[in-house]
């Protein structure tokens, strides 16, 4: 059947790992497929089995769940079964299909609250069968093989396609991104990552080649994936939808509609070939494409029956068998360890000199996915960030290298950059402090922390309002540094408000150590914030140090007790996009 590679035979490189007590299973498995074969052979060569007549009152029944792409080739195979009258130990095969979303059957297997109603599952990645075992109480699940495999691009309307020099420009998965989501009029859409393999394979690969690509990959790619967030769909088959159905500017303008998608070679060419309009060109990444490459896996294996389970791996060899590998071909998918077919490839839009035969990069590692989800489910849950801005004078200090822009001036910008990242779900608020700077408090509540998309008093929204207090900051001449007391009072206020199903965090910016001779001290702060921090309803501190005059060991220790940890940026512009990185590594902590 194509590549039988099985769990256990990864790399040494550690790159993917399953458990031990799979071999064992496996072993047993792969001995089953080779008995059940020499057994029939010897059968029939004998004349004990007959294929004719009906097998219905001994057919062995089954039922496999498949991805809903694969699903109608694995239906066409089982079809193919019965009317062949394909036997098991000289029993009739009757394989039912089930099309059935692998998030959705992964979460039914981690949740274990009922007993599976099917022996096999196909799902588009094993990092399905991966998600669904790492809770460990479900079913047992036993990957014995792959039906097929397809690699997952960048898909495009042609114009856009064009625009970025497509069939012969070619781009890093890095490259790729930026070039997808720096240009306004180039919309870039992807299926939500947390439901999609593809989304989720497709975001892991930019962040792997962000990395290579430069130190600060980890703010690019918290940066892509917010954007992405405003244009996800739940499935892959939706984001289909969200393309735009022609060159008219109508549609190009249509602020729904994207001109590039994250998708599969296998869905780009079932739609190209259904007359999808508009028809879609394909961009492989020249540093390797990931692969769906949809495991054959038995369900409870242990609870089979003799029967079930060697029928059930008979239908996995007639998968593998040129009869069904041409159902599969013919719907768009690759043979795992067989030529690239060249037909495919060009009715789902690739074309030379595009490397879509390039071997694939290194599968990603389960550390690589669970760094991504978690930046992924932070990046795209609502906020509500209370941000408290340094005011003492030494704010008005300049910026080496900028004129006469002050520390305060660019903090400004970089504040209203960051603003534009977020969406109008997303609450902010402003605080600003220094010493005395309300009576005998060191801080002011400047704007309260709610949604951006409400509207203001006096007309404009909540983001208008914040949008102008963030303009409106100024040091105050003499000011001092009043950094305790603000810090605590933020957080004991971003606790009592606490949103649920929000990331809340508190983000501080200072340019200097505390000054306020009266406030609580260092360690007493540290020790009330570490009694009051609470697990199931974190505030994490995001704590900024700008310029070389703050003290970063400060901050650090001084947040890290709440889940958060302390930055320092020598120019207030980097200020946006550690802003962004630190709330991602945040949600990846907790």
Same mark, same amino acid.
């Given at each position: 059947?194509?590549?039988?590679?099985?769990?256990?035979?990864?790399?040494?490189?550690?790159?993917?790992?399953?458990?031990?007590?799979?071999?064992?299973?496996?072993?047993?498995?792969?001995?089953?497929?080779?008995?059940?074969?020499?057994?029939?052979?010897?059968?029939?060569?004998?004349?004990?089995?007959?294929?004719?007549?009906?097998?219905?009152?001994?057919?062995?029944?089954?039922?496999?769940?498949?991805? *809903?792409?694969?699903?109608?080739?694995?239906?066409?195979?089982?079809?193919?079964?019965?009317?062949?009258?394909?036997?098991?130990?000289?029993?009739?095969?009757?394989?039912?299909?089930?099309?059935?979303?692998?998030?959705?059957?992964?979460?039914?297997?981690?949740? $274990?609250?009922?007993?599976?109603?099917?022996?096999?599952?196909?799902?588009?990645?094993?990092?399905?069968?991966?998600?669904?075992?790492? @809770?460990?109480?479900?079913? *047992?699940?036993?990957?014995?093989?792959?039906?097929?495999?397809?690699?997952?691009?960048?898909?495009?309307?042609?114009?856009?396609?064009?625009?970025?020099?497509?069939?012969?420009?070619?781009?890093?998965?890095?490259?790729?991104?930026?070039?997808?989501?720096?240009?306004?009029?180039?919309?870039?859409?992807?299926?939500?990552?947390?439901?999609?393999?593809?989304?989720?394979?497709?975001?892991?690969?930019?962040?792997?080649?962000?990395?290579?690509?430069?130190?600060?990959?980890?703010?690019?790619?918290?940066?892509?994936?917010?954007?992405?967030?405003?244009?996800?769909?739940?499935?892959?088959?939706?984001?289909?939808?969200?393309?735009?159905?022609?060159?008219?500017? #109508?549609?190009? $303008?249509? *602020?729904?509609?994207?001109?590039?998608?994250?998708?599969?070679?296998?869905?780009?060419?079932?739609?190209?070939?259904?007359?999808?309009?508009?028809?879609?060109?394909?961009?492989?990444?020249?540093?390797?494409?990931?692969?769906?490459?949809?495991?054959?896996?038995?369900?409870?294996?242990?609870?089979?029956?003799?029967?079930?389970?060697?029928?059930?791996?008979?239908?996995?060899?007639?998968?593998?068998?040129?009869?069904?590998?041409?159902?599969?071909?013919?719907?768009?998918?690759?043979?795992?360890?067989?030529?690239?077919?060249?037909?495919?490839?060009?009715?789902?839009?690739?074309?030379?000199?595009?490397?879509?035969?390039?071997?694939?990069?290194?599968?990603?590692?389960?550390?690589?996915?669970?760094?991504?989800?978690?930046?992924?489910?932070?990046?795209?849950?609502?906020?509500?960030? #209370?941000?408290?801005?340094?005011?003492?004078?030494?704010?008005?200090?300049?910026?080496?290298?900028?004129?006469?822009?002050?520390?305060?001036?660019?903090?400004?910008?970089?504040?209203?950059?960051?603003?534009?990242?977020? #969406?109008?779900?997303?609450?902010?608020?402003?605080?600003?402090?220094?010493?005395?700077?309300?009576?005998?408090?060191?801080?002011?509540?400047?704007?309260?922390?709610?949604?951006?998309?409400?509207?203001?008093?006096?007309?404009?929204?909540?983001?208008?309002?914040?949008?102008?207090?963030? @303009?409106?900051?100024?040091?105050?001449?003499?000011?001092?540094?009043?950094?305790?007391?603000?810090?605590?009072?933020?957080?004991?206020?971003?606790?009592?408000?606490?949103?649920?199903?929000?990331?809340?965090?508190?983000?501080?910016? #200072?340019?200097?150590?505390?000054?306020?001779?009266?406030?609580?001290?260092?360690?007493?702060?540290?020790?009330?914030?570490?009694?009051?921090?609470?697990?199931?309803?974190?505030?994490?501190?995001?704590?900024?140090?700008?310029?070389?005059?703050?003290?970063?060991?400060?901050?650090?220790?001084?947040?890290?007790?709440?889940?958060?940890?302390?930055?320092?940026?020598?120019?207030?512009?980097?200020?946006?996009?550690?802003?962004?990185?630190?709330?991602?590594?945040?949600?990846? $902590?907790?």
């Amino acid at each position: 059947m194509g590549r039988h590679s099985l769990p256990d035979d990864a790399a040494t490189d550690g790159t993917r790992s399953r458990p031990p007590v799979h071999r064992r299973t496996v072993a047993i498995a792969t001995m089953l497929v080779l008995s059940v074969a020499a057994g029939t052979a010897v059968a029939v060569q004998g004349g004990l089995l007959s294929f004719s007549g009906s097998c219905a009152d001994s057919a062995v029944r089954l039922k496999v769940v498949a991805s *809903p792409d694969a699903a109608p080739a694995v239906r066409a195979a089982a079809q193919y079964a019965r009317d062949e009258e394909v036997t098991s130990d000289g029993r009739c095969l009757d394989v039912a299909v089930v099309a059935r979303d692998a998030y959705k059957v992964a979460d039914a297997v981690t949740a $274990g609250t009922a007993e599976p109603d099917y022996q096999v599952w196909i799902p588009d990645s094993d990092l399905w069968v991966q998600r669904a075992e790492s @809770s460990g109480d479900g079913s *047992p699940l036993t990957s014995v093989g792959n039906v097929a495999s397809s690699p997952v691009a960048l898909a495009m309307v042609p114009s856009a396609a064009k625009s970025l020099g497509w069939p012969r420009k070619t781009y890093t998965w890095a490259e790729m991104s930026a070039a997808a989501t720096e240009k306004d009029t180039l919309r870039l859409g992807a299926a939500d990552p947390a439901r999609s393999a593809t989304g989720l394979l497709a975001l892991t690969s930019i962040g792997r080649s962000a990395h290579k690509k430069s130190p600060e990959g980890d703010t690019k790619v918290a940066a892509t994936a917010k954007l992405l967030s405003q244009r996800i769909s739940d499935t892959d088959a939706q984001v289909l939808q969200t393309l735009a159905q022609d060159d008219s500017g #109508t549609e190009k $303008g249509n *602020p729904r509609r994207n001109q590039a998608v994250l998708l599969s070679e296998q869905a780009a060419f079932a739609h190209n070939t259904a007359g999808g309009s508009p028809g879609l060109e394909l961009f492989y990444p020249k540093d390797g494409a990931p692969q769906l490459d949809y495991p054959y896996t038995l369900v409870n294996e242990p609870e089979l029956s003799t029967d079930q389970s060697r029928a059930a791996l008979r239908f996995m060899t007639l998968l593998g068998e040129p009869e069904s590998r041409k159902f599969l071909v013919d719907r768009g998918f690759r043979m795992p360890d067989k030529p690239v077919s060249e037909g495919v490839v060009r009715v789902a839009g690739g074309r030379a000199p595009q490397p879509y035969a390039l071997a694939t990069t290194e599968p990603p590692s389960q550390k690589d996915i669970e760094e991504t989800l978690g930046m992924w489910t932070i990046t795209v849950q609502s906020a509500r960030l #209370t941000t408290v801005v340094d005011a003492s004078g030494s704010m008005a200090t300049a910026v080496p290298g900028r004129g006469s822009q002050s520390r305060m001036d660019v903090t400004k910008a970089s504040l209203l950059q960051a603003l534009s990242q977020f #969406t109008p779900e997303d609450e902010i608020g402003l605080w600003d402090f220094a010493t005395n700077l309300d009576g005998d408090r060191d801080y002011r509540k400047k704007v309260p922390t709610t949604r951006l998309g409400d509207p203001a008093s006096g007309g404009g929204t909540h983001r208008d309002k914040i949008s102008a207090a963030f @303009s409106a900051l100024a040091p105050v001449p003499g000011g001092a540094t009043g950094l305790y007391d603000t810090t605590l009072a933020a957080y004991k206020d971003a606790k009592a408000n606490y949103a649920s199903g929000k990331f809340n965090a508190v983000v501080i910016l #200072t340019d200097g150590s505390n000054q306020d001779a009266v406030s609580i001290s260092r360690s007493a702060l540290i020790a009330e914030l570490k009694r009051i921090a609470d697990p199931q309803r974190p505030v994490p501190l995001i704590a900024i140090a700008v310029g070389p005059d703050a003290d970063r060991e400060e901050i650090e220790q001084i947040a890290t007790v709440t889940g958060g940890g302390g930055y320092q940026v020598s120019d207030p512009a980097e200020i946006h996009a550690v802003i962004l990185k630190a709330i991602m590594e945040a949600g990846q $902590g907790g």
